[in-house]
């Protein structure tokens, strides 16, 4: 597949993720996609090819309250994590999807590692 007409973002992400893949074995995928307004977070069974957990900071119960914030992303990190708990999920690789490990992605991380989950 030609990377041609593609960003430096875009081949960024495409090389993280396949490099992740190599080295995952069969653990899930913690896969991080922040926006200007908003942060998600999900567990991705690559072998299944279905999402096993997942949280946002458009879910209901914290839409009204939160935003593009280190906080936000902290809370998105915990709600992950119990949710992958809950699964059964307890080791990932974290898929930070391009975006570089600082500020509200790192937080995301930390809060999912001080949760329970493993990477």
Do not use: C, W
């Not at 942060?39 to 593009?68: F, H, M, N």
């Not at 080791?91 to 989950?117: I, N, P, T, Y």
């Amino acid at each position: 597949m030609s990377t041609k007409g593609m960003s430096l973002f875009q081949k960024r992400r495409r090389r993280n993720r396949t490099a992740l893949r190599a080295r995952s074995g069969s653990r899930p995928r913690l896969s991080v996609h922040r926006s200007g307004k908003h942060i998600y977070a999900q567990v991705i069974d690559d072998a299944e090819g279905r999402t096993v957990a997942s949280a946002s900071t458009l879910e209901k119960d914290v839409r009204g309250q939160t935003g593009a914030t280190v906080d936000a992303a902290k809370a998105v990190g915990q709600r992950v994590a119990e949710a992958a708990k809950a699964a059964g999920v307890t080791q990932v690789v974290f898929d930070r999807g391009g975006f570089l490990f600082h500020g509200r992605v790192k937080a995301l991380a930390e809060a999912a590692r001080e949760s329970g989950l493993e990477f």
